[in-house]
């Protein structure tokens, strides 16, 4: 997943990438080859309101707004 990968790292794009950044901590890959890059998922934090978008992506935070009001 493009998602696989620590704060501030590059997108994991192929199994490699993902056991380089997780070492020994996950059971099993299911090794796709080599994804496309994408813009990930926004992230929200939901523990207090305000909401607070924490990371932009796939979703603009234009079209999030309405709801997290």
């Not at 099993?28 to 924490?54: A, M, R, W, Y």
């Amino acid at each position: 997943s493009t998602n696989a990968n620590m704060q501030g790292y590059r997108s994991a794009l192929n199994s490699e990438s993902i056991s380089a950044y997780f070492n020994d901590r996950i059971d099993l890959v299911f090794d796709q080859g080599t994804l496309h890059h994408s813009p990930g998922s926004t992230v929200i934090d939901i523990s207090q309101q305000p909401f607070k978008i924490i990371r932009a992506g796939a979703i603009s935070s234009a079209k999030l707004l309405p709801y997290l009001e």
